[in-house]
C-alpha cells in the first residue's frame, strides 16, 4: 500500500480527508488540528496528490475538484444557484482546473489584479472564505458538472 494521498486509482482514506477539510473552507492549519496531524503532514498529503493527479498551482481547489467530480465527495442536499456574471463562472472554471490568480489573469487576458479581484468577487459572492470551498460550494449548487456515482477509497468495501 501506497503512502501518498491520491494515486491514478483513487485517494487513500487519510488523503480524502484532507481534501474533505478543503471542500468545507478549511485551511492546512484548520486541517491538520482536526486530524490531529502535523501541517507538514497535509501539505504533504496535498503535494503528493496533486502530483500523482498531474494538477499544478491551485492544488487545494483543484483537488476539491477533482474528488466531486469522480465522485469520492458527493453532494447531500443541493444548495441554491447563486447568479453569477459570466465572467466569474469563468474564473470558478480556472480556479477549478487549479490555475492560479496569474495563470487565470493569462488565460482570460485580464490583468493580474483584476484576476485578484475577479476571485475576491466569486468568493464574496459564493459566501466563502477559500477558493477551494468556492469550489465546493460550485458542486453543491450544480454551478460545476454532475458528479459520477460515489466511490470508495482504497481498503473500504461498501
Known amino acids: ?56 498551482g491551485a492544488r487545494q481547489a483543484a483537488l476539491v475538484d477533482y474528488a466531486y467530480r469522480h465522485g469520492y465527495l458527493t453532494v447531500d442536499q443541493p444548495r441554491r444557484r447563486p447568479a453569477l456574471t459570466p465572467r466569474l463562472e469563468q474564473v470558478l472554471d480556472c480556479a477549478a482546473r487549479g490555475l492560479s490568480a496569474q495563470a487565470t489573469a493569462a488565460e482570460l487576458g485580464i490583468a493580474n489584479r483584476t484576476a485578484r479581484r475577479h476571485l475576491e468577487r466569486l468568493r464574496g459572492a459564493l459566501d466563502v472564505h477559500t477558493t477551494a470551498r468556492a469550489v465546493a460550494v460550485a458542486w453543491e449548487t450544480g454551478l460545476r458538472g454532475r458528479p459520477s456515482a460515489p466511490r470508495t477509497t482504497r481498503g473500504e468495501t461498501n
Open 1 to 56: 500500500m501506497t503512502n501518498t494521498l491520491a494515486t491514478r486509482a483513487g485517494f487513500t482514506p487519510r488523503g480524502l480527508q484532507v481534501v474533505a477539510g478543503y471542500a468545507r473552507g478549511l485551511n492546512i492549519a484548520q486541517v491538520a488540528v482536526e486530524l490531529g496531524i502535523a501541517e507538514r503532514t497535509v501539505a504533504s498529503h496535498t503535494h503528493l496528490a496533486a502530483k500523482a493527479l498531474g494538477i499544478r
